[in-house]
């Protein structure tokens, strides 16, 4: 018996408010920065990297030269390598390819949780999917913001830090 997708979603709300909020505020920044929505769109389905897309945002159109900001992106991203180690004997075909460049912080949670109950490739991917659609909904969505706002979302950045109080929070929790 696999895993029912209410169970899925219903799993995924606490950092599906973190992402869209979060992404929202990148995509606001983005737009302040000249982005487009279409440059947010590949940002956030490509690069899917919150800490990151948020370094880059100082490097874009700022002249830094591309080896600095390629070698301050694996550095701070070598951890989602740590975090692949034990999925490496559970996802299996070319969908692996996928989870292990959507293993975030937060899907690392999720996927330790559902860990478990031995998801199927499928099922695994749904999980992935469903995190990375959050954040690229919320990226697009605030790149389609006026770059006239970026001004009034002083403080919006604490979104990344109150996801990582409700991950761990939710992690810690008995059962």
Not at 87 to 100: A, P, Q, S, T, V
Not at 132 to 161: E, R
Request: with cysteine; hydrophobic share 50%.
């Amino acid at each position: 018996m696999g895993l029912k997708n209410s169970d899925l979603l219903k799993n995924s709300l606490p950092i599906a408010f973190a992402y869209i909020i979060l992404g929202f505020t990148f995509g606001v920044l983005f737009r302040g920065k000249g982005g487009t929505p279409i440059e947010a769109f590949l940002i956030s389905a490509f690069g899917y990297s919150g800490v990151s897309q948020f370094i880059a945002l100082e490097f874009y159109q700022g002249g830094f030269p591309v080896l600095v900001l390629f070698s301050t992106l694996i550095v701070i991203n070598l951890r989602h390598v740590l975090y692949g180690i034990p999925f490496l004997n559970l996802w299996h075909g070319h969908l692996k390819f996928y989870l292990f460049g959507t293993l975030t912080d937060e899907a690392f949670a999720l996927s330790q949780i559902y860990r478990s109950k031995k998801p199927s490739m499928l099922e695994w991917v749904k999980i992935h999917f469903l995190n990375h659609s959050y954040w690229i909904f919320g990226c697009v969505s605030g790149s389609l913001v006026p770059a006239s706002v970026v001004h009034k979302m002083l403080g919006a950045d604490f979104a990344l830090i109150a996801l990582f109080i409700a991950i761990f929070a939710s992690t810690t929790r008995k059962k």
